[in-house]
């Protein structure tokens, strides 16, 4: 067995009273900063970040078998409620305990009562495409929002290389303190040059389960978070897939503008097969 998979095994084991990356990598019997290039290289994301997922992970099952949100949060290595739940909402899309009531109810929508409308999700591999926008850290400061991230990219002038037709919000980063990255983008082409003054990401080719929903002209945002919640909620549940590490994709069509017009909103998660 290889040390990446060693040492995903021990994290594992460990969802509860967790370890420090330093003591994965000595159980090893490598040192720490060889061990975060060999995993980042295998994985794409760093160890810690892959250890807060199967954190959160364990947590959302303890969460669903009825054991207190504080009991949870420190169980599985957070200093406060208030941290875990920056941390979960950051992964899942909506609070720790919004997602035990969700799942308590047995299916029923979510507290506002929006119809999510969503066709059956299909698998799609994307090759590696460069991103090219600006990015907002969501949590990192009062009042940070997608909303500053889009001001920005519609009020753009051409973007040399942008492909056009469609427009993406990428989630990227999550960080322990649960803020994460946020960036509105268009794709451009993958060359050496850069993108001078906008913020660019280069997605590596990755297997995603690929989510339609549709979007009315109205009530939008309300929209969105209901689609959210069923996706972390029950579709990717049932998937027969987990979730991997790389960012999640909202793809936006050009014709599909807010409060103006309504259209089809492509979901993409990235997924690896169910070990």
Not at 248 to 254: A, L, R, S
């Amino acid at each position: 067995m290889s040390y990446v998979e060693r040492a995903k095994r021990l994290m594992r084991r460990h969802a509860e009273s967790p370890l420090q990356i330093s003591a994965i990598a000595d159980g090893l019997g490598i040192s720490a900063p060889y061990f975060s290039r060999l995993f980042t290289a295998s994985e794409g994301i760093s160890p810690s970040a892959f250890y807060l997922r199967v954190r959160l992970e364990h947590a959302a099952g303890r969460l669903c078998e009825g054991a207190a949100l504080i009991d949870v949060a420190l169980d599985c290595g957070f200093e406060s409620q208030q941290t875990f739940t920056r941390a979960f909402k950051s992964v899942f899309g909506i609070p720790p305990g919004q997602f035990r009531k969700i799942n308590s109810r047995e299916g029923k929508m979510t507290e506002t009562d929006v119809q999510v409308r969503m066709n059956t999700p299909t698998l799609l591999r994307e090759p590696a495409w460069k991103y090219v926008g600006r990015s907002v850290r969501i949590g990192a400061s009062p009042g940070s929002s997608p909303e500053q991230a889009w001001r920005q990219l519609d009020g753009r002038d051409t973007i040399a290389g942008e492909v056009s037709g469609h427009s993406y919000g990428i989630c990227f980063d999550a960080a322990e303190d649960g803020s994460h990255v946020y960036m509105a983008a268009v794709r451009a082409a993958m060359s050496d040059d850069e993108s001078l003054g906008w913020d660019t990401i280069v997605i590596p080719e990755q297997l995603y389960l690929s989510i339609e929903q549709w979007m009315p002209r109205n009530d939008f945002v309300s929209h969105l978070k209901a689609g959210l919640e069923e996706i972390w909620v029950r579709i990717l549940p049932a998937s027969g897939f987990e979730v991997s590490l790389g960012p999640v994709i909202e793809v936006y069509p050009d014709a599909l503008v807010a409060g103006k017009t309504e259209g089809w909103l492509t979901h993409l998660v990235p997924v690896v097969a169910r070990r």
